[in-house]
């Protein structure tokens, strides 16, 4: 039905004037009141309502009897009658005494159905329209709804999707609605390319923007999804990538993506201009604030005379001189760097100046475009609240936190001007992305009891908006299955405290060598920040194991060694993390280091105190080819606290810490052979990764060369206590193991996969091999 609204004013100053309006299906004629005089009426009549109730349309005016109103007041009423969506048209009239309001229903939707769809299911595209089944039927808001779900369809690369309705009248003014789909083909990324590089190569580039190449495993990651808003986004990586590596003149010309419909694929190009390469100059600190001394800040400068200019260096040098100067009385100081180019020597020289800022105090913080994560979950990471002293430090830091969530695929923080001069008003936009995934690993182990293993798993990182962390995983291999769950509050109480637990239960049932085993048990656990890059966490963990072995073989030294099953460990631990590293999943540069003391005799049959130790550096080789080399150690020493050592509480080494050996392969044994662990063990590796040649970077396959080198020895278990038939020790020297080889590392969709051929260049005749090692990278 066309729309349209009458205006028909009795009262005699009146004179009426014809005007354009939008409505919800189109532009309709007004014949607008142009009041000479104000107007009252007695009472409002309303005809034409039968769905809707007589006071819903009266709520829905802004004129009430008694008292006077305008031609305004008419139009007003109007639009928002319309704006109701339950009407498709609408007359306003007086007579007499009476203003007399006329309305036509729209049809009501008995019921909202989706046909065609197969990529995008039924309830994720009945959260994206706006027509509710037992809600009114508007063609415009169809028409809405219709763009809403093309929409849905270009954020999984679908962008020809093809979209009608179908309108089917039923009974009492009600209609089925039916939104028919033709999603088309994947639209595809072809190419990406790059213009006015010369310090890098297009492949290092690419590496850097989330925006991929399509590929054999595209419909997996949709990485190659065109979108505008993540081209701007890569253009901000490429700037911080540029800026970080001396480029401080770096900007992006131009980025555009041309579609190719007779091929339905899209060709992206990005021009740059690098501009040249600096280093930093003199570095000062200078302070114009009374009781602020410049000489005490100029130890927590990052930036040094010499090195290859950063922002990032800088940023983290205004943060660490802010927090400084916030924490001695001076909230509104202000930290600004000066940069002053040398062109000749392609230095930039540095000054911090430190001054009072404006005092200006938070109004507020608007949270805004989250339609997942709760408010509370966004306003946390800020370490300040309404009626505090603005700082535009803190602000800087709650985006780089609101960042590094994973919650969000754009996070934009600006302010306003508040109610007064010194109030300011800070907007917080975000855009919520898909924070669950479903995981599938595989490993292989070729030594003794080895075999595959499978595991299933599923991950939500922002479990209903609260920003918890769940995993629930399961595996299952030749000999072994495996069951694990695991959750974190990351704010435990209102603090910045992360707190969780995670149970698991391990089945292992090795028929060759007539023994099999279960573990079971939790642990539970928290950590605290203690700067940006140090954490502790606290743990309480209880295992238990159930052990079955064949006696009349003797086959294992667990049959030897163990005083009965089940055997179980009661243990307290602590660890100490230190964290500098530039990419979580792929390393660049940066150490990350950790240290553990574990005492175990709360109850139980275990009694020790252990200390371990581990730490991994990385470090760039070649930017352009994007090599990279790391080195890394371990060591860990366990003290025989009271009773006697059992044998699971001594360290074993195997594939995980030296490849080449095969599980238990290496360390004190028993004359037959059988591991029983040792009391120390100094571990250390050299590896250099690097991009496959001929292979393209956005196939996420790595080649890697590595060295490792280590040892294992002492032994406090007593044979001789446990009543085994042989209570002959062997191999509790601590002479040297190493291995070199090769390493294939792709970052697969199921995750980060790796596989590493070793050939064991030093070791001992009872050390077992094993050459091939295939399962899941990790950063230590």
Do not use: C
Request: charged share 25%.
């Amino acid at each position: 039905m066309k729309a349209g609204s009458k205006f028909l004013n009795a009262v005699s100053a009146v004179a009426l004037s014809a005007s354009m309006v939008a409505t919800g299906t189109g532009i309709v004629t007004l014949a607008s009141a142009s009041v000479a005089e104000a107007a009252t009426i007695n009472r409002v009549e309303v005809r034409g309502a039968t769905r809707v109730s007589p006071e819903t349309v009266r709520a829905n005016i802004t004129i009430v009897p008694g008292k006077s109103f305008s031609n305004a007041d008419i139009d007003s009423s109007v639009k928002r009658l319309y704006s109701t969506g339950y009407f498709s048209d609408v007359s306003i009239n007086v007579s007499g005494g009476t203003l007399v309001v006329t309305v036509s229903e729209n049809q009501l939707v008995n019921q909202v159905v989706f046909n065609g769809n197969r990529k995008i299911k039924d309830d994720k595209l009945q959260a994206v329209v706006r027509t509710r089944s037992l809600g009114p039927y508007s063609e415009a808001t169809a028409e809405a709804d219709i763009q809403a779900i093309k929409d849905a369809y270009a954020g999984i690369g679908r962008e020809n999707v093809s979209v009608t309705t179908q309108v089917v009248p039923i009974a009492e003014g009600r209609v089925n609605l039916a939104f028919v789909i033709n999603e088309g083909d994947r639209t595809k990324i072809t190419a990406i390319k790059f213009v006015g590089n010369n310090a890098y190569s297009n492949g290092r580039l690419e590496a850097v923007i989330s925006t991929k190449e399509s590929g054999i495993f595209s419909f997996l990651s949709r990485k190659d999804v065109y979108n505008a808003d993540k081209l701007r986004a890569d253009e901000e990586l490429l700037r911080q990538f540029y800026y970080n590596r001396g480029y401080a003149d770096f900007r992006v010309v131009s980025s555009d993506a041309v579609l190719n419909e007779a091929t339905n694929e899209y060709t992206v190009t990005i021009t740059v201009e690098e501009g040249e390469r600096y280093d930093f100059g003199t570095v000062n600190v200078e302070s114009t604030v009374e009781g602020v001394n410049a000489e005490e800040l100029k130890g927590l400068v990052r930036t040094s005379e010499g090195s290859i200019y950063k922002a990032k260096d800088v940023q983290e040098s205004i943060s660490a001189i802010s927090k400084r100067v916030a924490s001695q009385g001076y909230p509104f100081a202000r930290v600004t760097p000066r940069g002053n180019r040398d062109f000749a020597n392609r230095t930039i020289a540095v000054d911090y100046l430190v001054d009072q800022g404006e005092r200006a105090y938070i109004e507020r913080i608007e949270i805004r475009g989250n339609t997942r994560t709760r408010d509370y979950v966004i306003r946390r990471e800020f370490d300040m609240s309404e009626g505090d002293a603005f700082n535009q430090e803190m602000i800087t830091t709650a985006k780089r936190r609101l960042d590094a969530l994973g919650y969000f695929s754009t996070v934009n923080i600006s302010t306003q001007p508040g109610s007064a001069s010194d109030r300011v008003v800070v907007i917080v936009d975000v855009q919520d992305q898909s924070t669950g995934s479903f995981g599938i690993g595989a490993g292989y182990s070729a030594g003794s009891g080895g075999g595959f293993l499978l595991e299933a798993s599923i991950e939500e990182k922002n479990f209903l908006g609260r920003g918890q962390y769940i995993r629930l995983a399961a595996g299952r291999g030749d000999n072994s299955r495996t069951y694990n769950v695991s959750f974190t509050e990351p704010y435990f109480l209102g603090y910045r405290l992360a707190a969780g637990f995670d149970v698991f239960k391990n089945e292992n049932d090795y028929d060759s060598d007539n023994y099999r085993y279960e573990d079971q048990g939790f642990s539970l656990r928290v950590t605290a920040p203690i700067t940006e890059r140090l954490s502790t966490t606290f743990r309480y963990n209880l295992t238990q194991m159930d052990y079955h072995g064949d006696r009349t073989e003797l086959s294992t030294p667990y049959d030897r060694v163990i005083d009965g099953s089940p055997w179980t460990r009661s243990s307290i631990s602590q660890t100490l993390t230190y964290n500098t590293l530039d990419d979580a999943q792929l390393p660049h540069e940066g150490i990350l280091a950790s240290a553990t003391q574990e005492y175990a005799g709360l109850g139980g049959t275990s009694d020790f105190y252990k200390l371990t130790a581990k730490a991994k550096w990385y470090y760039t080789v070649n930017d352009d080819a994007d090599i990279i080399a790391s080195l890394s150690g371990g060591a860990g020493h366990v003290f025989k606290t009271g009773g006697e050592m059992e044998v699971f509480d001594q360290f074993q080494l195997g594939s995980n810490d030296i490849r080449g050996f095969e599980r238990n392969g290496l360390g004190p044994r028993m004359s037959n052979g059988d591991s029983l662990g040792g009391t120390t063990y100094f571990t250390a590796s050299a590896e250099a990764t690097f991009p496959l040649p001929f292979v393209s970077r956005d196939a996420g396959f790595r080649g890697a060369i590595f060295a490792d080198a280590g040892t294992l020895y002492g032994n406090e278990v007593n044979l001789t206590y446990k009543g085994a038939t042989d209570t002959t020790k062997g191999g509790t020297g601590s002479s040297l193991r190493a291995s070199v080889g090769l390493g294939l590392i792709w970052a697969s969709p199921f995750g980060p996969l790796r596989v590493d051929y070793a050939i064991p260049v030093a070791k001992e005749d009872y050390d077992r091999v094993q050459n091939l090692k295939f399962g899941i990278s990790s950063s230590f």
